[in-house]
């Protein structure tokens, strides 16, 4: 099992930067790929990140590209989403999220195994 809990979340002005982090534990961060996603109001669940279990790889929406920067530490047991330029359409729950054990990076929601809770990001005009 794996227990994920974002943070970071909040108010800001769009042409803002917000960083969301996510915290993880209960087994060894390390084997799984993680990914951030977003949920706006009145919408599905989207992708916006994902990482590899070693940082070498690096994959963004179209949406957010040049602007996120999604990183790790497995020292630290941490995944970050640096947010920059943010739009009030950047405007959504985001969500972190880990694969099972040794599997491959994904857009894909059901590639995930594990959920945080969410934290809220609200960019104002």
């Known amino acids: 099992q794996v227990q994920l809990v974002e943070s970071g979340g909040g108010l800001v002005q769009a042409g803002g930067s917000l960083r969301l982090s996510c915290a993880a534990s209960g087994r060894t961060f390390s084997t799984s790929a993680m990914g951030w996603f977003r949920q706006a109001p009145g919408k599905e669940r989207e992708f916006v990140a994902h990482?590899?279990?070693?940082?070498?790889?690096?994959y963004y929406a179209d949406s957010v590209k040049g602007r996120f920067t999604i990183s790790r530490d497995n020292a630290k047991n941490t995944v970050n989403l640096q947010m920059n330029s943010l739009k009030p359409e950047d405007t959504a729950v985001y969500y972190c999220a880990a694969t099972p054990a040794f599997s491959s990076v994904s857009s894909r929601e059901n590639a995930y195994a594990y959920w945080g809770q969410g934290t809220q990001v609200t960019v104002s005009s």
């Open positions: 990482i590899s279990r070693f940082a070498g790889s690096t």
